[in-house]
Nanobody, 120 residues
Framework: VQLVESGGGLVQPGGSLRLSCAAS????????MSWYRQPPGKERELVAEITSGGGYIVYADSVKGRFIISRDNAKNTVYLQMNSLKPEDTAVYYCHADERLSPDYSIDYWGKGTLVTVSS
């Protein structure tokens, strides 16, 4: 199983980046996909989540109206389009896959992360 993030880097405030997460080794279309981030010195937090069929999406309040999560089940890939970036968006961004099999049991996987730095 692999989740490989790409697209991170250094960007100026107000700029945009598009993160990608390529999945392999599991049935991607069955999994809800999420992006999390961990700012320096802080805990990991949920950024956005999209259900397996793409019909339900949730965003953290801090990114609503600026970030867009999407997925392409044919390409086994989930994306995070990040616009109007702010210095406080600086973090390592992680891809997460989750298949909830019952109320008490799920199978999940994490990527290794990609660093996004927003600075002038």
């Amino acid at each position: 199983v692999q989740l490989v993030e790409s697209g991170g880097g250094l960007v100026q405030p107000g700029g945009s980046l598009r993160l990608s997460c390529a999945a392999s080794g599991f049935t991607f279309r069955r999994y809800d996909m999420s992006w999390y981030r961990q700012p320096p010195g802080k805990e990991r937090e949920l950024v956005a989540e999209i259900t397996s069929g793409g019909g339900y999406i949730v965003y953290a309040d801090s990114v609503k109206g600026r970030f867009i999560i999407s997925r392409d089940n044919a390409k086994n890939t989930v994306y995070l389009q990040m616009n109007s970036l702010k210095p406080e968006d600086t973090a390592v961004y992680y891809c997460h896959a989750d298949e909830r099999l019952s109320p008490d049991y799920s199978i999940d996987y994490w990527g290794k992360g990609t660093l996004v730095t927003v600075s002038s």
